[in-house]
């Protein structure tokens, strides 16, 4: 049966409808999560008003006054310090500092949500993730050498860290691809399990290093390195922010433009070639971008591999194979359940720690993946 193009524009625009539709819900859901977690002190345990959403809904209000006044209102800026005493010089400095986390944290989220899904398509793998190119061992690896060279100053030196984890990650991802690449065939495509073996290794053997580096340190520097690799120490100073939202965009920001063309990088090479389409590029770009992603993510917020994973695998069930949606409806979700498990996080303090992200993550995310592996198996019997 043969559909009239009347019939079938009807049926697209009732598509995109729906998509409008889903879409517009995850956004209102990510937004009111992300005034809730604004709502609560940046570490509340410590705080017997832990719930002030008035007092910073004032604070975010003076702030964007202030912004404006100090480029086109010299005589409001003045009273700058009048507006924050008004307020509290206390609240004032926390709500800007719960502002400046939350939104790390539903970047980082967004991010890692969207480099797991971009991978998933461009191997095909559910599973698939930067991590499986050795990207998370080369930030580990990166930051025990960092305290091992210069301490507790590590913490404060964001730009050396960042080379140090950048160049041990890319080397890392390098290696594998081209191994991968001579592992393929004459035609010079990649073989993914030889890069997945590939990556693996590797990985084993940078944690060789990592182990043994971590047996050298002192008691003081090995909870600070605990402390980096499981995120309960966020730097968010003025040139951590810039560092991180700058990498962030530069690499977010290219995977959104490129959302409609991604379901091309999930053919085959042998079909993507067949079909006259030019893969080769698309799946660079997706591969170093999200690897950048990735690795600013975990190099702020800790290891948060397990988001890359579940939320585009839950996505696709959800919203399709589409990767225009997933990577959309994959950053919203992502971002949304980082900020979450941070604000979770902030309320638990053991032995003076904060309760690592990771941990609370895996918590949630565990559970969630083991019904939907016991709904896929009753489905497969039915």
Known sequence: MRLSKDEVRCTWECDRKKDRRQFAVFAVIFVLLFLL??????????YSDKFIPLIHLKCYANEIRLLFARLFDPVTYAKKGEMIAAVGADYYTDALAQLKIMAMAAVAGAGTAVAGAVFQTIYRNPMASPGMLGATAGVRLGNVLMITLYSTQALEMITRRYVFCYSLTAACVLVVIVLGKLAGDRKGN?????????GSIISQGMNVFIMYYMYELTDEDLVLFQELTMGTNIQYDALSLIIFFGAMAVSLIPMFILRYKFN???LDYAEAATSGVNTGALRLTGQVCSVIMVTASMIHCGDTGMIGMMIPYSVRKYAGANTKKVIVFSALAGGALLMV??????????????????????????????????????????
């Open 37 to 46: 977690c604004l709502s609560f002190r940046s570490v509340p345990v410590y």
């Open 190 to 198: 990649p073989s993914v399990m030889k890069m997945v073996m590939a």
């Open 264 to 266: 091309g990088a999930a």
């Open 341 to 382: 498990c941070r604000l979770i996080s902030s309320f638990v303090v053991i032995e003076g720690e904060k309760l690592p992200v990771g941990f609370i993550m895996n918590i949630f995310l565990t559970p969630f993946f083991m019904i939907m592996m016991g709904k896929q198996r009753r489905g497969f019997e039915q």
